[in-house]
């Protein structure tokens, strides 16, 4: 692991028209090639956290910053070339259902791309390969020409992560991405996302309401509670007990 800093949070909040706190003073940071879990009730503010760090929600002020620019700053083309280094898997996969694996996957490539080009699907020789790479890291490439409402749940999150595989990012945001899932399933999938670590070098974040695997596949955690930070220790610290603690008095929504 490179002692490097992919992402850093300074004094984070995000505070809602109603007046609710989303996140109040988040302070951490995150080096490259690290796998990290947050754990919470929900409505602690997880999604909040990850959805800032690609803008998809703004911040009330503070600085997120992904290796070293604030990226809560950026507009325009600045923000797309920021955003093709943060790739996203979600808990419902966010596939289009009625066209074919291979074109799900090629959508990862779109942000290199005029947008002309990506609705007509014209995308290089070279990036079609580079799709067939992607789905054979985490065993789809059988399914390259198959329609994703054709697919699994398991197998569609499989799908989601070769797609954000093909930004070639340096960081991947993942949103609650086994909660759907049966308990084999989850760990096929956690199993590839701990690769994209492991041999891709790329720093991971992953949100997760199992505190068993968070145990089993991170190398930190952090717990958020009523939007604040109230948990971040190496998983060579981390016990079950002091976890436990990250859910007590809080607020579920």
Do not use: C
Request: hydrophobic share 40%; proline share 2%.
């Amino acid at each position: 692991m490179e002692n490097q800093i992919v992402l850093e949070f300074k004094h984070v909040n995000k505070t809602y028209q109603s007046g609710v706190k989303g996140l109040e003073d988040i302070n951490f940071k995150i080096n490259r090639g690290e796998f990290v879990a947050v754990v919470g009730l929900s409505g602690a503010g997880k999604s909040t956290m990850l959805n800032s760090i690609n803008k998809m929600i703004d911040i009330t002020d503070g600085e997120v910053l992904v290796d070293g620019v604030d990226i809560s700053k950026l507009k325009g083309k600045a923000l797309r070339q920021m955003r093709r280094k943060i790739g996203m898997i979600f808990q419902n996969f966010n596939l289009v259902e009625r066209t074919t694996v291979q074109k799900n996957v090629l959508a990862g490539r779109s942000g290199y791309y005029p947008t002309w080009k990506t609705m007509l699907g014209l995308y290089s020789k070279a990036d079609k390969q580079k799709a067939v790479e992607e789905l054979d890291k985490v065993n789809m490439v059988k399914k390259l020409y198959r329609r994703a409402d054709e697919l699994s749940g398991g197998q569609k999150q499989r799908v989601a992560i070769a797609r954000t595989l093909m930004q070639d990012p340096t960081l991947v945001l993942a949103d609650e991405p086994v909660a759907s899932l049966d308990p084999k399933t989850s760990k096929g999938v956690m199993d590839d996302l701990y690769h994209l670590k492991k041999y891709e070098n790329i720093t991971v974040l992953v949100n997760i309401h199992s505190v068993e695997l968070a145990l089993q596949y991170a190398d930190r955690i952090i717990g958020l509670r009523d939007g604040k930070l109230v948990y971040n220790k190496p998983i060579a610290e981390a016990n079950e007990a002091d976890l436990k603690q990250i859910y007590e008095n809080g607020v579920e929504q």
